[in-house]
């Protein structure tokens, strides 16, 4: 059975799917965060990295691995989701509800070559512009909610 087709069932079964995602941040000299955003590969929405969890690895460490991949970025990632924002998931012939569960990145390393690079882009902003342009309001709220927590332990990794 093919990934789409389980995925399909499954949300059948459990009624929504889980998904990981990584809010890849840094900081700026003068100590406020800006966030990395990129593009989904098929519609060019503007998102933050995320799939789906992977068997016998940890959530962070799946988003971690997403972030790389999609993103080409990598940095310390917090144990614990900073929050959670639901979607919809477009398979073409069947429209499925998804919760993405995301672990904020502070990123350490910007890959010039990575994965998806031929089809993605990816941009840093500040909390206010990612929110502006985010393609999920639930998404553009955690990210203004989570500058102002992540300011405040500005220099630590969170792991909420």
Same mark, same amino acid.
């Given at each position: ?7 399909? =069932? ?10 990981? @995602?990584? #809010?890849?941040? /840094? ?23 995320? +799939? ?10 799946? @988003? ?30 069947? #429209? ?22 031929? /089809? ?18 639930? #998404?553009? =709220? #955690? ?7 992540? =300011?405040?332990?500005? +220099? ?5």
């Amino acid at each position: 059975m093919k990934k789409k087709a389980k995925l399909i =069932e499954l949300a059948h079964k459990e009624g929504v799917l889980q998904q990981v @995602a990584a #809010l890849p941040y /840094r900081f700026r000299t003068n100590g406020k965060i800006d966030f990395l955003i990129i593009t989904s590969r098929r519609t060019k929405r503007l998102i933050v990295p995320k +799939g789906w969890p992977i068997a016998g690895t940890p959530d962070c460490d799946a @988003a971690a691995i997403e972030a790389e991949e999609e993103a080409g970025v990598r940095g310390n990632i917090g144990n614990q989701p900073i929050g959670s924002f639901s979607y919809v998931k477009d398979f073409s012939d069947v #429209l499925i509800p998804v919760i993405a569960n995301v672990f904020p990145l502070r990123v350490k390393k910007v890959k010039s070559h990575w994965k998806e690079r031929a /089809r993605r882009k990816r941009k840093w902003m500040s909390a206010a512009k990612a929110a502006a342009v985010l393609s999920d309001r639930g #998404l553009a =709220e #955690l990210v203004m909610l989570a500058s102002v927590m992540l =300011e405040k332990h500005s +220099g630590r990794t969170v792991v909420a």
